[in-house]
């Protein structure tokens, strides 16, 4: 039993962890989106990220949030740094997103405060639960950003930035077949535009098949 909780424990921190890289991702999109600049984790975004938040807010969080904010560097935000960004600077305010963010907050103060470092079998279901429709719902948002990003480069006549933003969406689990066909549809494109027929071709072949199934 202990084991087993243990176990429980050990795969909510993981889970935790996956939620941390995607939101990561999630706010380099919406950054772009926002601010039609790309977050390059310098001082100098880290001071127009600073800029944004609250003063008080800012005043009243740890040095060592502040040290992490002030260097820009998103790759090196944990979980409560990325809810903290985003509950402050309002970068993206979806119900949705707000009442999973929410929920993820409890689960992170729970474990982070949590004695044993064991949770039994109920709590984990509930836990990972929360956690996996958090995971799922990031996947398809960051997927449709950076379909968005893609489309934006394109508009742009950025054919190559594009291709990359499109080629990320599609790694993205957890998307429908329509939204990946779209994708693929809109790389084609791209590949068409710098004449690259044969995977503008391939692309058309799996854009088809996606939409039949």
Sequence with gaps: M????TDNFIKIILLLQNVTDKLRILFKNKWIIKFNKEW???IDDGNILINDINKIIYENIDNVQKEILKKGNVENWDLSTLLLVFREI????EDNFINYTNNITKIRNKIAH??????KNKGFDYMSKIINNMLTFLDKEN???LRIIGNKYVKEENYTQAINMYTEAIKILNISNEDLSKIY???????????????ALQDGY???ELNTN
Excluded: Q, V
Aim: net charge positive; hydrophobic share 25%; with cysteine.
């Design 40 to 42: 390059i984790n310098t």
């Design 114 to 119: 949590h004695p044993s470092s064991k949770i």
């Design 143 to 145: 997927a449709n950003d």
């Design 206 to 208: 799996l854009s088809i």
């Design 185 to 199: 549809c809109n790389r084609l494109y791209c590949y068409y535009k710098k004449k690259l027929f044969e995977k």
């Design 2 to 5: 202990d084991s087993t909780e």
């Design 90 to 93: 309002k970068l993206y305010e």
